[in-house]
């Protein structure tokens, strides 16, 4: 009998970001019994080795080194905050395993040891400031958590704010796992500062507090939007229609996206884990690089992490989102980039659409507004 794949997965069920990572681990596992129930890896079956390392990047680290060091798993899927992937990435390289990461994040960094699978500030950030600029003006207020992502993720927000003449009101950070009473301030600033765009970096369980503040202080999202990377659909079941509704996100997979390959992903994902199962982009990532590492694989002939990675430049995938690939030169995947905003049921509508995957630039040291365009490319008919 042929040993089994061994994929170990990183993903919090418990702590501050749980919930949307709970998508992933959900995701990443419907991948493998989608590809077990079709004979597997050449003839072999995937094992996932499914760890909860607590929304705590200590524990990330802990876990990580337990399963690399031995040999329980030379691949690793996951890592939600950018805390927890740099936790991780020095154990991985030294291990000389392969980190695949199904989460946007803020750019400028690279690893041969990691696949980057979520957007890149030039495949997110750039889009959103554009159509917000455009729909709703160029005065921003800044609320995120403290930590790495949120600060990075607000500086490029503020040189594209900038770039248009524009202005950033304030910056204020939450902790990490808030209280309701740590918003106060930020909802008395927006109130006396009065911006056009609130840009949210707030993260796990701090979103829907966030919002539900928002509406209680009876800010018109029609008109002050919260915008946000961060805010997908985990994040928004948390939350009162009311309160999620006029409000806007970036990012390459809604839930709601049109065609049979997205609308065959969001069914069985909801077949197995609930019908009201909230499956955001974070998911979508998470089951595509199952899959694109299991093409890999099967290219190699073996896991071995260079392999699998020299073999990732040869796989495409046809994801929910659309068609996707690894780009070689920089380790991250051309994605397609999309804005929604919530309606008045807490569902995303599509505003604008790329309609095109975009090349990922994730360390370019400055970023215009128009840049982004020049890496489309469409796919022929």
């Given amino acids: 009998m042929n040993p089994s794949w061994r994929f170990g997965l990183l993903c919090s069920q418990t702590g501050v970001t749980a919930k949307v990572e709970t998508t992933q681990l959900n995701a990443s596992l419907l991948a493998i019994e989608q590809i077990n129930g079709a004979g597997g890896i050449a003839g072999r079956s995937i094992e996932p080795i499914i760890c909860d390392p607590a929304s705590n990047p200590k524990q990330f680290a802990a876990l990580a080194e337990r399963l690399l060091s031995n040999g329980r798993a030379r691949l690793l899927f996951g890592c939600y905050m950018s805390s927890t992937r740099k936790a991780v990435l020095p154990l991985v390289e030294a291990y000389r395993g392969l980190l695949f990461y199904p989460t946007l994040y803020e750019g400028f960094e690279y690893s041969k040891h990691c696949i980057y699978t979520g957007a890149a500030p030039n495949q997110n950030s750039m889009q959103l400031a554009k159509y917000l600029f455009g729909a709703y003006g160029k005065r921003f207020f800044f609320v995120g958590s403290n930590y790495v992502y949120p600060y990075e993720s607000n500086r490029i927000m503020a040189e594209l704010v900038r770039q248009v003449g524009g202005a950033v009101l304030d910056e204020i950070y939450v902790p990490l ?32 507090m966030f919002y539900d503040a928002f509406h209680r202080a009876g800010f018109d999202a029609a008109r002050l939007p919260i915008a946000s990377l961060t805010t997908g659909e985990a994040e928004v079941a948390d939350m009162a229609a009311q309160a999620a509704c006029g409000h806007v996100t970036a990012a390459p997979f809604f839930d709601i996206l049109p065609g049979p390959a997205a609308a065959g992903f969001v069914s069985a994902y909801r077949a197995r884990f609930g019908a009201n199962a909230p499956v955001p982009a974070a998911a979508e990532a998470a089951y595509f690089q199952v899959m694109l590492a299991a093409g890999a694989i099967g290219r190699a002939g073996a896991d071995d992490p260079g392999l699998v990675q020299a073999a990732l430049a040869e796989c495409e995938y046809d994801a929910p989102q659309g068609r996707v690939r690894i780009d070689p030169d920089n380790n991250h995947t051309f994605l397609w980039p999309r804005v929604a905003r919530l309606n008045a049921e807490g569902r995303f509508e599509v505003v604008w659409n790329a309609e095109a995957r975009v090349k990922p630039d994730p360390y370019r040291v400055t970023q215009t507004l128009d840049e982004w365009s020049g890496g489309v490319h469409r796919l022929p008919a």
């Fill in 177 to 208: 796992a808030p209280q309701p009473v740590d918003f106060s301030k930020a909802i008395r600033e927006i109130a006396r500062t009065k911006p056009d765009v609130v840009f949210s970096t707030v993260v796990g369980e701090g979103t829907a």
